[in-house]
């Protein structure tokens, strides 16, 4: 399938600032938005409502990658179990239906989002995972009480302390993510709920 630019239609709903023009963003906004419009089929919600304001688009999406897409001791399916079990802890209905999708697909497992985003105390995950999420979670809401005990059991767990510092950053970072989704009132693509839920067509 051929994409062109002015085939990203803006809807107003997905946000309640105003989503600028294609046209009217600089050009690299406008190219790493292009870019995710030819990988994914469509343009995450995200992108769009964050293009307000272009500096900090910038900024978070730098972010982002240099948490999310590096090499590290956590999978990649790991880093986006933070991102939802945090996420529904914050009650960002965003950033759980479009990082449950991910999920879905880095894990190859249709059910583990949904586990992971009501109760990731009862889902199907390891007890290395589940301590994982504890201190994720710890990050999130309690970061004034995180004390050598939480790092000692990690590392019980095979943790580095590289890994622990991702954990918590991915956890910070989406905080972030998080409340400014919902400040924005922003809305999930309806494409994200039917994500990873079906084997692809062959």
């Known amino acids: 399938m ?62 982002h990658d240099a948490l999310m897409e590096k090499d590290s001791g956590l999978s990649k399916a790991e880093r986006e179990m933070i991102v939802v079990a945090t996420s529904n ?45 504890d201190f994720a979670l710890k990050t999130a809401f309690e970061a004034y009480a995180i004390g050598d005990a939480d790092f000692a059991a990690l590392r019980g767990h095979g943790f580095s302390d590289d890994d622990i510092w991702d954990i918590g950053a991915i956890a910070a970072f989406f905080g972030l993510s998080n409340r400014m989704a919902n400040l924005t009132n922003m809305r999930p693509n309806d494409e994200f709920y039917l994500m990873g839920r079906l084997p692809k067509q062959k």
Do not use: W
Not at 14 to 27: F, H, Q
Not at 38 to 43: I, L, R
Not at 94 to 110: D, E, F, S, W
Not at 112 to 121: G, P, S
């Open 2 to 63: 051929r994409i062109f630019n002015e085939d990203i239609i803006v809807s107003q709903s997905i946000s309640r600032y105003p989503v600028p023009k294609l046209e009217d963003l600089p050009a690299d906004v406008r190219s790493r938005i292009v870019a995710v419009q030819e990988k994914s089929g469509f343009v995450p919600n995200v992108f769009l409502a964050l293009a307000y304001r272009p500096d900090e688009f910038r900024a978070f999406f730098a972010y």
């Open 89 to 133: 802890a914050n009650q960002c209905q965003y950033c759980v239906i479009a990082h449950g999708a991910i999920l879905r697909i880095r894990a190859k497992n249709p059910l583990l989002a949904d586990q992971v985003a009501v109760n990731y105390r009862k889902a199907d995950i390891t007890p290395r995972q589940k301590a994982m999420l």
